[in-house]
Every structure is written in C-alpha cells, then in structure tokens.
C-alpha cells in the first residue's frame, strides 16, 4: 500500500504551490515510510524529480515548488517489490520520456517487459510499477497498454512528449479521489487528501471518486477529456490496511499546521 497525489493547475491560478504539495503529501503520510518523493514541471521545461529514503515527515519541510511549476506528483511508499534501498526503484519512476507514481502492485511486470524487449531503466531496478510507465513510454494507444497490466492500480504520469498535461489512472484494487475549483485539478488517494488542501488553501473543491476503468488527461487545470479501459479484473489479493505508517501521519499533520501557521504570519509582514 502506497500513498500517491498530485496536481494540475493554471499558470494563473492564485495556489500556493508548496502549501498544496505539503498538505497533499501530510495527509497521505500514513500510507507508506519507506520512501518519499516528488516531481513538478513549469510549463514545457523539464521534469524535476526529487526523492528520498526517509518517511515524509522528513521531507515535508523541505518541499519547494516554484510558484510557476503547473503540475506536481507526490507519493509515499510502502514497498513491495524492489527495494527502497535502490533510489531508481523510488518514485516518482522515470522509465524513458515518462515519470511517474503508482499504488498497488502489478504482478506480469518482468512478464511484460522480456515480451515487449524492454530493458530496465537503471541496472538492478525490480521495481514492478515500471511496467506502467514502460509501456506508456512505448505504446501509441496507452488504453490498451493498461489492460494488458495484472494487478491493482491508481497511477499517473508526466510525459517530457506532453509538455502541459498529467495522466492520472485507475484500474482496480486501488482508490483515487480527484477535486476540481476553477484553474486547478487535485488527487490523491483518499478524499481526506483533498479535504485537507480546501482546509489549509482555503478553497472549495467539487470532490468525486475515479472510476475503475478510467483515464483521464488533465491539462493547466482543467480535465481535457476521460477514457474508458478495461482491467484484468481477474486479479484479487488480501485486503490491506490504508494505514500503514500512523506516526507519520500524525508527525506531517503537526509539522503542516506549524509551518501554514507561520507561512499566515509572514504574509501580512511581507505585505507591509
């Protein structure tokens, strides 16, 4: 069980950047703390990856994102396949022009890539997520690229190809809840994740679940259009708990009210 989130917005739109990775990242805390990372573009530039081997209460502080940046991923882990030790296992994952995050578990992986020739994207990466991006970095029909995946999954993507748009996905097993206001597009995995942001952005959001079946092109926040695939919905496995690391949660829950309380404090100086 992982934990994933992210957002696509306007270069106009008046979000903070930061305090929406931060409350993103905080309320997903709990879902994983082997690894932490994140990644953004500003504009058509260049995909900026930074993660780490820690909970994300050791990042949170430390998240910057350019007041410019129009789309971000977050994401913690809580690691099943390929070990954290490994940066490249990580995510966000970069396999080709493609980065990005997954929760859930894809078990034809190593299947998939000997079937298509597709070598791994770093030397002893194992990390099955890849799978996704793999195929999405070289299939033209990337519907059809997901229902040829065996597993549970809530994913999205940046493509260097696709300069303005995030991919978000849902296939089975996994939830994801996205939230819309004017000039901006959120999700994440649980709807806690968006409540959180309207709480600490003071924004409204219309709130819904995605789908099973279900990708979407999001584009300077607004959803461009949706499509429908179908999962092998054969896979099962054991139910898990959302919770996976609850002092995490608690410890980011802390660290995100001090750091909105100080942030409030300094902006009627910064005014002045």
């Known amino acids: 069980m992982c934990g994933i989130a992210g957002y696509s917005l306007h270069p106009g739109s008046g979000i903070d950047r930061t305090l929406a ?7 997903i805390a709990e879902r994983g703390s082997d690894a932490v ?15 780490q081997r820690t909970g994300a209460s050791q990042l949170l502080e430390a998240v910057s994102i350019p007041r410019d940046a129009t789309q971000g991923l977050f994401h913690v882990r809580d690691y099943t396949k390929g070990h954290p030790s490994l940066a490249a296992n990580n995510h966000p994952i970069r396999h080709g022009a ?3 995050i997954h929760n859930g578990v894809i078990r034809n992986d190593e299947e998939l890539l000997a079937g298509h020739g597709i ?6 990466m194992t990390v099955d997520s890849e799978a996704i991006f793999a195929l999405v970095d070289e299939t033209p029909h990337v519907p059809a690229a997901l229902e040829k995946l065996y597993g549970s999954m809530a994913t999205a993507w940046l493509d260097e190809r696709t300069p303005h748009a995030v991919s ?10 996205l939230g819309e206001t ?20 003071g924004v409204s959001l219309a709130k819904r679940e995605v789908a099973e079946g279900t990708l979407m092109t999001i584009e300077d926040g607004r959803i461009l259009g949706a499509t429908s695939f179908e999962p ?27 750091l909105a309380s100080r942030r409030a404090a300094f902006a009627p100086a910064r005014a002045r």
């Open 98 to 100: 493609v980065v990005g």
């Open 232 to 258: 092998d919905r054969t896979f099962s496995e054991e139910p898990l708990p959302a919770v996976r690391a609850p002092e995490e949660g608690r410890s980011c829950l802390e660290r995100l009210a001090a």
């Open 21 to 27: 990775a931060q409350s993103l990242l905080a309320a």
């Open 37 to 51: 990372g994140y990644a953004y573009r500003r504009g058509d530039g260049p995909i900026v990856v930074h993660k």
């Open 119 to 124: 070598e791994r994207a770093e030397p002893g």
């Open 168 to 177: 978000i996905a849902r296939g089975i097993g996994r939830p994801l809840w």
């Open 182 to 201: 004017d000039g901006a597009v959120l999700f994440g995995s649980t709807v806690d994740a968006l409540e959180l942001v309207e709480r600490y952005l």
